[in-house]
């Protein structure tokens, strides 16, 4: 039997709370689903003898192969050793989001003996299937705090509590609740009602609330635009949607026109060196990581055909010009790009913003180029692989060449720099790193320009070279006579090195940037590998760190993306 | 074997273009001046001459030897990169330190880790070693014997705290140690750490000169606080990322004073010497032109008591904006250190 004090509570309940990000979203009703993404990728924390640490990234299918057979499935299904459920990294906790419900604790301790506070699905569509563990604390600090991070996927602090699925459900006792505050995860997709009832010994419920939840595919969240990811194809100048790695029945995604003409949009340009599915996991791994920034726009990657596979003495040696080809590539892409910018332009106009990585700057810094008018609203280069001398011929000479600096006079000794009229963003921000590993070996690839002919493997490449009198120019069976503007992205790509340093490595960049700058290493602050800051920050790992690791060791580094000095979203 | 096979058959495929002996001998030339000067002079030859380095930077021998095969195309440029990059692993890495506290007091027992780093590829994580030393009792320490890309040195001691400063850090000029010259790794000894009180502003505001007052202890625009800021910018409508512009903004700390704080550990506020107020004043011809104001400021409010205060603004943004980062130390003790995570 109730108190009336009791039947008071009861009816005062707060209800099912979904926290997602930093809104609490309670009773969300059923037109307006809560939307999450499935937990299906690979996020681990993988133990490198090189180093002597376990590093968190997402993995690739190659690496999936060297992972012992059990851990071979799903973060969402994951279970270690012992056949125990639980998350893998801490970099997995990016693949989860709370539950709260609210209330409960102070109405658990006046209900009857042998009452029950069960989870379960009503009207699904689907299979909505949702893993739930026990959070730390109430508060996001899993996703923005290493030691809670860390807590949070210890299985005694932190356990497993079930799986809720159209067919299980996961019920408390009073003796076994604990906490009102849950982490969980999307395991099957389908939405429904994620109910919550409580019932008395007799099974009469006493209270019932439901919140309506969508469990999909990340790649039905965010659009992914490609002009081609074959390396040896030349890149589309329209981009066409992508279609790998979509399951089931699903088509393509797209979005549906923006309802308000401020959503932002932004779309991402991946670097060199990507497979497909290395793109889409640092387009996904970009998405998370904003959405947990609390960024409520729309977001789209721009994949161009970079050349892979580039990891080894041995991928050296038989593929003779991955880098120089892929830059060709993206010089080429820079089309498509503003194309694709264009038609975002006139769907979010004056919101599109554009973020792009390493190599990927070629391809956007092009397409800005192109442009005869603004198709982007800001522009940030991250850790940019394309010549300073592109935006300012005033940076610092790393080196001189016999060969002209063409990036820093386009294409007369008197001309301003190659992107001096480049007008396609209102505003350029370079995030740089001085010490960037990749970045430095970007300046050893430069200072081999013009590139050497050479015969292997059954592949031939052109011998390309300068003579002041000729200019540029290559043999590849005949003499073929390179020149400005016809053949800049082939000069450009393989006979004329660079000058300058890289963007991402300049500080203090002019011309289109004007000096709108992030030292990374401000933003990162610890390098846990040297405390000199002569050598800070130049592991290879911090050429991408963004993208790697866990999401509170770059927590700093995406609120700084949308933060006054980047995007100014927030 | 694999590499000289390779480079007898792009001869085999250039047969048809094969170097004339005149050629043969300007390769040969070429070749011969990249081992010696690595500084080859401009070619003002015809296309069709073999290729010549243009590197006229200083390099090593062994760089010019890899940069000697590539230009006779005995291997590719992807290998030629990387094998520069293999080279990186066979510097020297020895270092000499020395650990001092903020008085300049050697520090004995610090635990100190050599991360030892060796180059594997371009696209691929470093493979590194780690070596400990402790420091001595003059707080000295050294790694000797090590060959790599880079040595990163990390040093660790309960009751101090590292920084992140180059202040912290300072090596010889050059960068290279020696048991003479030193790199001085300067430790903040931790007086214990004091109860705290943070507040934060983040507000839009005016840049047409008009103040905007703040309450420190709420964070909130009040007109009885004690920070007021005052943005100008001429001219008022600018494009963002575009326009340069002369801009100034003045912060009034109206009953207490501020000093610039520029500390590698800013954990000891000033006794004396507050101003009253800070101007910082940009001109659209100033170099470098910035849009911003990030500084951290020591503070003494009206109570007496201290703290720091990190400021910044950015102008360019229309309405500009403010953020301001507050920490008090409610007992009017100087020592503004927190409660370091372990």
Redesign the interface.
């Known amino acids: 039997m109730l108190t009336d004090f009791m039947k008071s509570i009861v009816r005062n309940f707060w209800g099912l709370a979904i926290v997602a990000g930093f809104m609490t979203l309670a009773n969300f009703a059923r037109a307006d689903y809560f939307t999450f993404w499935a937990n299906n990728n690979f996020d681990r924390s993988v133990y490198?003898s090189?180093?002597?640490?376990n590093?968190d990234d997402s993995l690739n299918p190659i690496e999936i192969a060297h992972l012992p057979t059990y851990q071979q499935i799903p973060d969402c299904d994951y279970v270690n050793a012992s056949g125990q459920r639980v998350i893998p990294s801490k970099r997995d906790l990016q693949d989860f989001t709370r539950l709260w419900l609210a209330g409960v604790n102070e109405l658990v301790h006046a209900l009857p003996t042998n009452s029950t506070i069960t989870l379960s699905w009503t009207s699904v569509n689907g299979e909505p299937t949702i893993d739930l563990f026990a959070a730390i604390d109430p508060g996001t600090g899993y996703l923005t705090n290493e030691?809670v991070a860390a807590a949070q996927i210890d299985p005694v602090q932190c356990p497993y509590l079930g799986r809720i699925s159209p067919t299980q459900t996961v019920q408390f006792t009073k003796a076994t609740w604990r906490t009102n505050q849950f982490i969980w995860c999307g395991v099957k997709y389908g939405n429904g009602g994620l109910t919550m009832t409580i019932a008395d010994g007799n099974g009469n419920t006493l209270a019932t609330t439901t919140a309506w939840i969508q469990i999909v595919d990340i790649k039905q969240m965010y659009e992914r635009w490609t002009v081609g990811d074959t390396p040896s194809r030349a890149p589309y100048t329209n981009a066409v949607i992508a279609s790998d790695g979509i399951l089931g029945p699903n088509a393509p995604f797209q979005f549906t026109p923006p309802q308000d003409t401020n959503t932002p949009y932004i779309l991402f340009v991946h670097g060199w060196?990507m497979r497909t599915d290395d793109k889409n996991n640092f387009s996904e791994t970009a998405f998370k990581r904003l959405y947990w920034q609390g960024y409520q726009g729309r977001f789209g990657c721009f994949r161009w055909p970079t050349g892979n596979g580039?990891?080894?003495?041995i991928?050296?040696?038989t593929?003779?010009?991955?880098?120089?080809n892929s830059e060709s590539n993206a010089w080429a892409s820079g089309v498509g790009l503003l194309n694709k910018l264009k038609d975002l332009n006139s769907q979010y106009p004056g919101h599109v913003y554009l973020l792009a990585h390493s190599m990927g700057n070629v391809v956007a810094g092009e397409a800005l180029r192109l442009a005869n008018s603004q198709v982007a609203n800001?522009y940030i280069a991250m850790q940019g692989a394309v010549p300073a001398h592109c935006y300012d011929n005033s940076t610092v000479n790393r080196?001189?060449?016999?060969?002209p600096d063409r990036y820093a006079h386009y294409w007369t000794n008197s001309s301003p720099s190659y992107f001096s009229a480049s007008a396609g963003?209102?505003?350029?921000?370079n995030f740089y790193n001085t010490n960037d590993y990749?970045l430095g070996?970007w300046n050893?690839?430069q200072?081999?320009?013009?590139?050497?002919?050479?015969?292997?493997?059954g592949i031939?490449?052109p011998?390309y070279?300068?003579?002041?009198?000729?200019g540029f120019?290559k043999?590849a069976?005949t003499?073929y006579?390179l020149g400005f503007p016809t053949n800049t992205y082939e000069i450009f790509s393989y006979c004329d090195?660079s000058w300058s340093y890289a963007l991402g490595a300049q500080a203090?960049v002019?011309g289109?940037f004007?000096?709108?700058q992030i030292n990374l290493p401000s933003v990162w602050?610890?390098?846990?590998?040297?405390?000199?800051?002569?050598?800070k920050f130049?592991?290879?790992?911090w050429h991408s760190a963004e993208f790697r690791s866990d999401y509170p060791s770059q927590v700093n580094f995406w609120r700084t993306i949308l933060g006054?000095?980047g995007f100014?979203l927030k | 074997m694999?590499?000289l096979?390779?480079g007898t058959?792009?001869f085999?495929?250039?047969k048809?273009?094969a170097p004339t002996s005149q050629q043969q001998n300007s390769l040969t030339n070429a070749v011969a001046a990249v081992n010696s000067t690595t500084s080859?002079p401009?070619?003002?030859?015809?296309?069709?001459?073999p290729?010549v380095a243009?590197?006229?930077?200083n390099i090593s021998s062994d760089e010019a030897d890899v940069?000697a095969k590539?230009?006779q195309?005995l291997?590719?440029?992807?290998?030629?990169?990387?094998?520069?990059?293999?080279l990186k692993n066979k510097q020297s890495q020895d270092f000499y330190g020395k650990a001092v506290d903020q008085y300049g007091q050697p520090i004995a027992g610090v635990d100190v880790t050599g991360?030892l780093?060796l180059i594997?590829?371009?696209?691929?994580?470093?493979?590194?070693t780690?070596y400990k030393t402790q420091s001595d009792e003059n707080g000295l320490f050294q790694f000797t014997g090590l060959t790599g890309w880079?040595l990163?040195?990390?040093?660790n001691k309960v009751g101090y705290l590292?920084?992140?400063?180059?202040e912290?850090?300072k090596?010889p000029a050059g960068?290279k140690t020696s048991p003479n010259d030193r790199?001085i790794?300067t430790m903040w000894k931790l007086r214990g750490p004091e109860t705290l009180v943070g507040q934060s502003i983040d507000a839009k505001i005016s840049h047409d000169g008009t103040s905007a007052t703040f309450d420190m202890g709420t964070g909130k625009e009040s007109p009885s606080g004690d920070l007021r800021v005052t943005l100008s910018r001429f001219p008022l409508e600018v494009?963002?990322?575009?326009d340069?512009f002369d801009w100034v903004v003045k912060i009034e700390m109206l009953h207490g004073g501020l000093i610039e704080e520029n500390d590698p550990y800013p954990y000891w506020a000033p006794e004396t010497g507050y101003q009253r107020s800070f101007e910082f004043n940009v001109s659209s011809n100033s170099v470098?032109?910035?849009?911003?104001l990030e500084q951290s400021f020591y503070i003494k409010n009206s109570q007496g008591q201290y703290g720091k205060m990190q400021f910044?603004i950015?102008s360019a943004?229309t309405p500009s904006?403010l953020?301001v980062g507050l920490t008090i130390n409610p007992s009017g003790s100087q020592n503004l250190e927190p409660a370091f995570?372990k």
Do not use: C
Not at chain 2, 152 to 155: D, I, K
């Open positions: 490198s090189d180093d002597g640490t590093i030691t060196n580039f990891d080894s003495k991928n050296a040696l593929d003779s010009r991955n880098y120089d800001t080196s001189t060449y016999s060969t963003a209102g505003a350029y921000v990749a070996w050893v690839d200072g081999q320009k013009p590139d050497n002919g050479v015969l292997g493997f031939n490449y011998g070279f300068y003579s002041s009198s000729s120019y043999i069976g003499t006579y090195p203090g002019n289109a004007n000096n709108q602050l610890t390098d846990p590998l040297t405390t000199d800051p002569n050598n130049s592991k290879h790992f006054v000095d100014n | 694999m590499i096979a390779v058959l792009w085999l495929f250039h048809s273009q080859i401009v070619s003002n030859s015809i296309p069709n001459q290729p243009t590197v006229v930077t940069t590539y230009k195309s291997i590719g440029k992807d290998a030629a990169v990387t094998e520069i990059m293999m991360n780093m594997q590829g371009w696209d691929k994580d470093e493979k590194i780690r880079q990163g040195v990390t040093v590292m920084g992140n400063d180059a912290s850090f090596t960068g790199a790794i494009h963002r990322g575009r340069r470098p032109w910035q849009y911003k910044g950015y943004l904006r953020q995570e």
